[in-house]
């Protein structure tokens, strides 16, 4: 299951957690997300923005993703497992989206398979190299940054596709439309 959430959820949603900086953009003072109808749900989250062109400044069309970070879990055995921090913003609303890198592989197979609405196959750009080293790729750092950067470019390149923001699938593994347009609840 793509929306799989991988460990401890935050702040009530199913996994992700968001913030909102303030002021009068979507979600206000208080951390909560508005929720979006007709027309305005429609036009939300419509356009990805590489980081070095993306601003808060823009409206609810226009979005961005990067993967600032990851963090070591723990499930309820005891059994440690990272998960990379996805971070979706969309104005002054910042959400983000603990994914394992098992969960990234499922994206890219499920796209393997997806079709764009003109019908033409989606270009899937390349994951990262899988180790199966003896668990110490867990904790070299080197390792991680690598997977963490290659993560990135993986789903900034695959944002980056004519129509791919679109795919229901990209939208449930991003949680973009999970509430009302900007993420949070999300299957597990």
């Not at 003072?29 to 109808?37: L, T």
């Not at 923005?49 to 409206?59: A, E, I, V």
């Not at 603990?98 to 196959?121: H, I, M, T």
């Amino acid at each position: 299951d793509v929306g799989a959430g991988g460990g401890a959820g935050w702040e009530g949603d199913g996994g992700g957690r968001r913030r909102s900086s303030g002021g009068s953009g979507v979600g206000g003072g208080s951390g909560a997300v508005a929720s979006a109808s007709g027309d305005e749900a429609e036009r939300r989250y419509e356009v990805h923005l590489p980081p070095d062109l993306w601003s808060r400044r823009f409206d609810e069309k226009f979005f961005n993703v990067t993967i600032p970070a990851h963090e070591l879990r723990h499930d309820a055995g005891g059994s440690a497992f990272r998960v990379f921090l996805v971070t979706v913003r969309c104005g002054k609303e910042e959400r983000v989206v603990p994914r394992r890198y098992s969960e990234f592989d499922q994206l890219a197979d499920a796209l393997a398979d997806a079709r764009l609405p003109n019908g033409r196959r989606v270009v899937v750009p390349a994951l990262p190299r899988k180790t199966w080293s003896l668990g110490s790729y867990a904790k070299d750092d080197a390792f991680l940054e690598e997977r963490r950067e290659g993560l990135e470019t993986f789903i900034v390149r695959l944002l980056s596709g004519k129509g791919a923001p679109q795919l229901p699938v990209v939208r449930e593994f991003l949680r973009i439309d999970a509430d009302g347009g900007g993420g949070g609840g999300g299957s597990s």
